[in-house]
T-cell receptor, first 115, second 114 residues
Framework: DAKTTQPPSMDCAEGRAANLPCNHS???????VYWYRQIHSQGPQYIIH???NNETNEMASLIITEDRKSSTLILPHATLRDTAVYYC????????????????FGQGTELSVKP | DAGVTQSPTHLIKTRGQQVTLRCSPK?????VSWYQQALGQGPQFIFQ???????QRGNFPDRFSGHQFPNYSSELNVNALLLGDSALYLC?????????????FGNGTRLTVT
């Protein structure tokens, strides 16, 4: 079962910041939060990930709460090309080292960026 | 630097047939994972291969099997196809044990079972 909860859909005006929330209240101390997006049934595209600290890269920022039970993905200036399904994922560590490390996807948030 | 490549891109099969899908991982990666994505759903983990062995498996029947070759490429085999096996099959590669680095996905194989 997915370890994350996201709103099914969100709208954002072009040029504005898109803030996508995610709840992961059962996350373990050494599990990472990953964000991917998927456009038109292409393969999921990696956006950003983090463990405890806030992270920023050329695509987005990731804000993780201090208790690590939730996070927010921020697209600072959304464009029409950012319309996609966004997945917040907890990377489940294997019970034995070097025996896995799978991603468990939920339903994701369908973000629509409108002109 | 080529990313994850999958072949074929599309495939149509008949119920009861068998299918083989192929994946080449991103250069430098040694682990391949397979996911099934039904229409309108998030990807579901099938299994993961590392050092030519299946390391983790999701909730999929034995009709789904795989293989990893010495060059790290991988195959997904599905026997006795059912209509419900119609889906986008995604391959992802990574480096085993490095959980601080992302999985990289290919664009998938769209399988249609009629």
């Amino acid at each position: 079962d997915a370890k994350t909860t996201q709103p099914p859909s969100m709208d954002c005006a072009e040029g504005r910041a898109a803030n996508l929330p995610c709840n992961h209240s059962t996350i373990s101390g050494n599990e990472y939060v990953y964000w991917y997006r998927q456009i038109h049934s292409q393969g999921p595209q990696y956006i950003i990930h983090g463990l405890k600290n806030n992270e920023t890269n050329e695509m987005a920022s990731l804000i993780i709460t201090e208790d690590r039970k939730s996070s927010t993905l921020i697209l600072p200036h959304a464009t029409l090309r950012d319309t996609a399904v966004y997945y917040c994922i907890v990377r489940v560590l294997p019970p034995i080292y070097n025996q896995g490390g799978k991603l468990i996807f939920g339903q994701g948030t369908e973000l629509s960026v409108k002109p | 630097d080529a990313g994850v490549t999958q072949s074929p891109t599309h495939l149509i099969k008949t119920r009861g047939q068998q299918v083989t899908l192929r994946c080449s991982p991103k250069s430098g990666h040694d682990t391949v994972s397979w996911y099934q994505q039904a229409l309108g759903q998030g990807p579901q983990f099938i299994f993961q291969y590392y050092e030519e062995e299946e390391r983790q498996r999701g909730n999929f029947p034995d009709r789904f099997s795989g293989h990893q070759f010495p060059n790290y490429s991988s195959e997904l085999n599905v026997n006795a196809l059912l209509l419900g096996d119609s889906a986008l099959y995604l391959c992802a590669s990574s480096t085993q044990g490095d959980y601080n680095s992302p999985l990289h996905f290919g664009n998938g194989t769209r399988l249609t079972v009629t």
